[in-house]
């Protein structure tokens, strides 16, 4: 289970806030020492472990150290635990048995990470389904349509609760009663956008997780939203790229998971539809395989399951793969 706010120190809280943002070598230099649970007490912050950390640090990334001194002096653990508290939130960290498989598995995955929620086992078996902001109806048909069909097969739907393909994801997924985990941008305690709330709760009371890398109160600012797609498609076996233009979010998110060597894949829309050209361009450069249906995803998932990278990526043997329903697309 995540750590609850009762198990939370201020060591650990003052650590993953301090962690959030700045280079990658403040992560890496994280786990060389030990980790957040080096850092769990008054005593270890202000001792030996907190400046191996700095020296590691240092030596890594030539600077940095008097910002994380700094950013550590800063943080509130009192006011993360009463954030947090009233939205039900808990800590998972980077070292944690329950962090997540599949992120885990990642060349950066996050220090720790605040959820709404918990996490399962079975979310080794994940798609993300991403796209436009401003979607066209056959866009949210086809979100709706995808995130359904996965849902009723036991996989779980991951995506970023942006307006648009995103939303409609959540949705077509809480429709069919299946599993959803939104990650967002900026603290649960101020999500992005604020009209996504209610979704946001809906996703948690049906099962789900919401998820963050950010402190409960950070903005959802635009430098954050590219951070958040590596967990998107870190978080994922795949990804689905339904409607996104040649420069989009999703496809950063669609390009993270091929640099992951996790399985891509894009709908194809109207061909004058500059919403459909980012699907299209991945089709035609062929870092993505072209499906029409729900089946086809599945398909291409337990295929992809199968191979080296896969396997790898999985990291946990012994999980059955989805159940495949014979329906009509």
């Not at 600077?63 to 947090?84: C, H, I, V, Y």
């Not at 598995?105 to 080794?124: E, K, M, N, Q």
């Not at 109207?270 to 599945?298: F, K, N, W, Y």
């Amino acid at each position: 289970m995540p750590r609850a706010i009762q198990d939370l120190n201020d060591g650990t809280l003052r650590a993953a806030q301090a962690l959030d943002r700045g280079p990658r070598a403040w992560r890496s230099a994280a786990v060389m020492v030990g980790g957040l649970d080096s850092l769990d007490s008054e005593a270890a912050l202000g001792g030996r472990r907190l400046e191996a950390l700095l020296e590691s640090v240092e030596a890594g990334a030539g600077s940095g150290a008097s910002l994380m001194r700094e950013r550590l002096a800063r943080s509130d653990p009192d006011e993360q635990r009463r954030l947090m508290d009233a939205l039900g939130t808990a800590l998972v960290v980077r070292m944690d048995c329950d962090y997540p498989t599949m992120l885990a598995a990642t060349i950066d995955p996050p220090i720790a990470l605040w959820v709404r929620g918990s996490f399962l086992p079975s979310d080794v078996w994940s798609v993300a389904i991403v796209g436009a902001r401003r979607s066209s109806a056959y866009g949210i048909e086809q979100a709706g349509r995808f995130a359904a069909g996965l849902a009723a097969c036991e996989v779980a739907v991951v995506s970023g609760a942006a307006r648009g393909i995103d939303a409609e994801a959540h949705r077509g997924t809480l429709r069919a009663e299946g599993r959803t985990i939104a990650i967002v941008g900026g603290g649960l305690a101020d999500p992005y956008p604020p009209e996504h709330i209610e979704l946001l709760d809906e996703i948690v009371a049906a099962g789900g997780a919401v998820v963050s890398e950010c402190p409960m109160q950070a903005a959802a600012t635009p430098d954050r939203f590219p951070s958040r797609n590596r967990i998107i498609a870190g978080m994922s076996l795949g990804t689905l790229v339904i409607e996104a233009a040649t420069r989009s979010g999703a496809i950063i998110t669609a390009n993270i998971a091929c640099e992951l060597n996790r399985l891509c894949m894009a709908l194809p829309g109207p061909v004058h539809s500059g919403r459909s050209a980012g699907c299209h361009q991945l089709i035609q450069s062929m870092q993505a395989s072209l499906v029409e249906t729900p089946d086809d995803v599945l398909n291409h998932l337990i295929t992809h399951a199968t191979t080296i990278e896969g396997a790898q990526a999985l990291g946990a043997a012994g999980f059955d793969p989805p159940r495949i329903r014979s329906r009509s697309a």
